[in-house]
């Protein structure tokens, strides 16, 4: 006598029963993870909404503050200009309510999210560049961006120490090189971007000594922040160079 097992015991049944347990368990893992998505974009769509309230509120209350101090510096100047003790102090007001103005105006690009991506952060190093030696012997040289770089993101923080590291070598340059030209180069390397600062001006040593200063100290400081390496090349009279690689997952060689 053979007793065949009711169907829902037969080995396909057993096999179905596993299926439905994993693809049960899958399901409610996807559904989950489709909710923390949700939740993510929600928590990221409200810091952007901050980010440009925060940006459009203090332009209007910082830009027009600072306006009016300009003004009333400029009056000041034209009221005491017989007072020739005081025009130099006024000068240097009038220079730092500029140095200001400029700093606010860094502050807020680096806030508003429309600017998070490679190309606005490489134009914004291009026009500092462009404004810092314009009036002075040095040519300023930048590459043309391509367009499709508007389409690599760069967050906030990185676009901040970048542009910081950039006017720091610029400044340095400026003040210090005696170089009749400072180029930009940029170059596609290894998962990322080479961006090269160069002069051809009087140069220096660099050792220990040169590279723990304050400035170039920070600005090892912030490439390390940004997950990016720098090195900066130099000798008495041969110019320097300073090279930023910055890793970007989305460039390629």
């Not at 025009?87 to 500029?98: A, D, T």
């Not at 026009?127 to 009036?135: A, M, P, S």
């Not at 660099?206 to 940004?226: C, I, Y």
Request: proline share 4%; hydrophobic share 40%; glycine share 6%.
């Amino acid at each position: 006598i053979i007793i065949h097992p009711p169907w829902w015991q037969q080995w396909w049944a057993y096999l179905l029963y596993v299926v439905t347990f994993l693809g049960a368990i899958g399901i409610i893992f996807q559904a989950r993870l489709r909710a923390l998505r949700r939740v993510d974009q929600v928590r990221q769509d409200e810091r952007e909404r901050f980010r440009k309230k925060t940006a459009r509120d203090f332009h209007d209350e910082a830009g027009n503050r600072i306006t009016k101090m300009s003004l009333l510096t400029e009056v000041v100047k034209r009221q005491t200009s017989d007072h020739q003790a005081v025009q130099p102090l006024l000068m240097q007001l009038e220079h730092s309510i500029q140095e200001l103005r400029m700093g606010m105006r860094d502050f807020i690009w680096v806030l508003d999210p429309k600017h998070d991506n490679l190309y606005d952060a490489l134009l914004r190093i291009k026009v500092f560049g462009q404004d810092l030696f314009e009036h002075s012997a040095t040519q300023f040289v930048f590459p043309e961006l391509p367009d499709s770089w508007q389409r690599i993101p760069l967050n906030s923080p990185t676009r901040r120490h970048l542009l910081l590291i950039a006017k720091e070598a610029l400044h340095n340059c400026l003040k210090h090189a005696a170089a009749t030209e400072v180029a930009v180069a940029l170059r596609l390397k290894s998962g990322g971007l080479e961006i090269s600062i160069c002069d051809n001006g009087k140069g220096w040593p660099v050792n220990k000594q040169t590279t723990s200063g304050s400035g170039l100290g920070n600005m090892q400081e912030r490439a390390r922040q940004m997950n990016a390496s720098l090195q900066i090349e130099s000798a008495p009279g041969a110019g320097a160079c300073l090279k930023l690689h910055l890793r970007i997952p989305q460039m390629e060689d």
